[in-house]
């Protein structure tokens, strides 16, 4: 079973909080005991006095033991630690299920369950481990996405309210008050936002983040009518068709490490997942630090490290229409699988009464409505098209799912037992949709010739042996084998360029 990580050595946090190390950001939280405030390392206030130091391993953890979050760093604004989430420990799982929403639909007990324990040794787990109950984890997360949103919005306190999860004013207002000793409402003093535009919001990382990368990745895969990718930015319309909403993102302005989300979204209690799916994403999370100590040194990966770094796995908003495309793009090239994306969305996917924002009028086809189309009608061989049929139809069967608690493996297992789907195929979908970073979709030929400095490409079984190196983060090398790869493709006459990554 993965060790989960631990709380970095005290003379690194030290180090760190001195320096205001941004790398540090949401590795751990730094707490002042003369104040009762905790912090990011990166915050702008003088130093306290080392003895009134505190350090935890999260935010969870540091209101647990009474501190409440610094209204100068602001905390809500730190990258996320996804090495907690990583592995196959049940605390890891759980975290993973929290994350998801678990909690906000399901009580203590069936978290306990999914995760194959019980309620009790779960929370004795989460306390030993992460330093907070489940609930407090649930509870502290919430709290600081409505502390973001009362600091950056004009959203009515009630909506607020509704999109970190309360269902209740009075509990939010109550919860709020004892974890940030203040009321909602007067926090809401002066709000940065008119009543009525478009959510703005900051998503942080930590440095360095290759975002033109990612979204060139993005751009050669965008969707007609679904998304818009341009050098600067990532937009896209998403459902239900009767209520929809549009997003944007981009880099903040100004150069701040954090990118800048534009949002309009109708149901107030669909915010925290909308964040949350665009931090997995676009890979908000990861620690570059860490993969980078495990490339740093490879004959082939390190090079690349040092000529692309902040490279980031990109995800995909949908794991439905990630799984399509996948299915789409075996054998082929990524621009002939887009066109027959696109024409599936033409096709069968919802219509908009009016578009959101311009060019953004489609929603992607749900599972239901591929399992029973007849895919043939747009190209694709009988083979191809029973494949994604037969994958929507168990999607909607319960035998395969994207559920967050599941293992690569299991998850690999499951979709490989589908007929027409491979190894190559359920490692890309997991990769894309779960972001699990040590998703390895080894019989990649672009892989396969990019690993090795021989003319022949290695052996899939080669390639695996060859990668046992770079785990945990085998996907991290899959995005740099592709960026090597298209940049080293001879420009077509009179055209630019197109790269992968």
């Known amino acids: 079973m993965t060790e989960l990580p631990a709380l970095p050595d005290p003379h690194i946090c030290e180090q760190a909080r001195l320096s205001r190390d941004a790398r540090f950001d949401g590795l751990f939280f730094t707490a002042v005991s003369s104040t009762g405030i905790y912090c990011r390392p990166v915050c702008p206030a003088p130093s306290p006095k080392r003895e009134n130091i505190r350090y935890y391993a999260n935010a969870a953890a540091a209101e647990a033991a009474g501190f409440r979050p610094c209204l100068r760093c602001r905390p809500e604004l730190a990258p996320g630690n996804e090495q907690w989430q990583r592995g196959d420990h049940v605390v890891a799982r759980a975290l ?60 009515p306190v009630t909506e607020v309210a509704l ?17 940030n000793r203040i009321a909602p409402r007067e926090l809401r003093r002066h709000p940065r936002a008119a009543a009525g535009a478009a959510l703005v919001l900051r998503l942080g990382y930590r440095p360095p983040y290759a975002f033109e990368a990612l979204l060139a990745f993005l751009r050669t895969r965008a969707l007609p009518g679904v998304e818009s990718v341009d050098e600067h930015s990532y937009a896209r319309v998403f459902g239900p068709a009767d209520a929809p909403g549009w997003l944007r993102l981009s880099a903040w302005p100004g150069g701040e490490q954090a990118l800048q989300l534009q949002l309009h979204c109708p149901q107030p209690a669909r915010l925290l997942g909308v964040v949350t799916t665009l931090r997995r994403m676009f890979d908000l999370d990861a620690n570059p630090q860490a993969i980078a100590d495990t490339f740093r040194h490879d004959a082939i990966l390190g090079p690349l490290l040092a000529r692309r770094p902040g490279l980031r796995l990109p995800g995909g908003w949908d794991g439905f229409e990630i ?78 799912t994207f559920r967050a608690e599941q293992s690569l493996d299991a998850f690999v297992a499951s979709w490989i037992a589908l007929p027409g789907i491979g190894e190559w195929t359920a490692h890309y979908i997991a990769m894309r949709t779960l972001g699990d970073p040590d998703a390895f979709p080894a019989a990649d030929l672009i892989l396969r010739r990019e690993a090795t400095t ?48």
């Open 96 to 155: 993973k299920l929290i994350e998801a929403g678990a909690l906000a639909e399901q009580s203590l007990d069936e978290l306990a369950t999914r995760v194959g324990i019980g309620a009790r040794q779960l929370r004795r787990l989460f306390v030993e481990r992460i330093g907070a109950p489940p609930i407090s984890v649930h509870t502290t997360r919430r709290l600081l996405f409505a502390k973001q949103l009362l600091t950056e919005t004009a959203l």
């Open 163 to 179: 999109a970190s999860g309360f269902r209740s004013l009075r509990r939010f207002n109550a919860a709020f008050a004892q974890a």
């Open 323 to 400: 799984a399509v495309r996948a299915i789409l793009g075996q054998q082929i090239s990524v621009a002939a699988a887009r066109t027959l994306a696109t024409r599936i969305v033409q096709r069968w996917g919802e219509a908009l009464p009016s578009a959101p924002m311009p060019g953004l009028e489609r929603l992607f086809p749900t599972p239901a409505a591929l399992a029973r189309a007849d895919l043939r009608e747009i190209g694709l061989t009988t083979t191809r098209a029973t494949t994604i049929s037969g994958m929507a139809q168990a999607l909607l069967d319960g035998r395969v």
């Open 454 to 501: 021989d003319a022949v490409p290695l052996s899939t079984k080669a390639l695996t042996a060859r990668a046992q190196a770079w785990r945990p983060w085998r996907a991290y090398a899959v995005i740099h084998l592709w960026r090597a790869a298209s940049d080293a493709l001879p420009l077509p006459r009179g055209r630019k360029q197109e790269k992968i990554a």
